[in-house]
């Protein structure tokens, strides 16, 4: 099992940054692919951004591209979501989730999951 903790979110006015963690415990985070999803009242889960273990290898959602960058440090156990320009509609509670094998945009890829952050832009 592998445990997936969140933190950083919060409320920020339009244009605004925030700085998302999560934090990876349990079983070992060694060749796990990490993701960040988002799910707005209403809609369906989305995903956001994923990197490779590595770190070599990173894919976007459209809407999100040049505005966050996702990283990771493997002697930590963490992966991050910089928010940049943050706009109203990236209001959401965000997740991070873990897979093994490549990157991928599908949720259905993703074993392990956290509880999610709440991230809340004001106009």
């Known amino acids: 099992q592998v445990q997936l903790v969140e933190s950083g979110g919060g409320l920020v006015q339009a244009g605004g940054s925030l700085r998302l963690s999560c934090v990876a415990s349990g079983r070992t985070f060694s060749g796990y692919v990490m993701g960040w999803f988002r799910q707005a009242p209403g809609k369906e889960r989305e995903f956001v951004a994923t990197?490779?273990?590595?770190?070599?290898?990173?894919l976007y959602e459209d809407s999100v591209k040049g505005r966050f960058t996702i990283d990771r440090d493997n002697a930590k156990n963490t992966v991050y979501l910089q928010m940049n320009s943050l706009k109203p509609e990236d209001t959401a509670v965000y997740y991070c989730?873990?897979?093994?094998?490549?990157?991928?945009?599908?949720?259905?890829?993703?074993?392990?999951w956290g509880q999610g952050t709440q991230v809340t832009v004001s106009s």
């Open positions: 989730a873990a897979a093994l094998g490549g990157v991928t945009t599908t949720t259905q890829r993703y074993e392990y």
């Open positions: 990197i490779s273990w590595g770190g070599g290898s990173t």
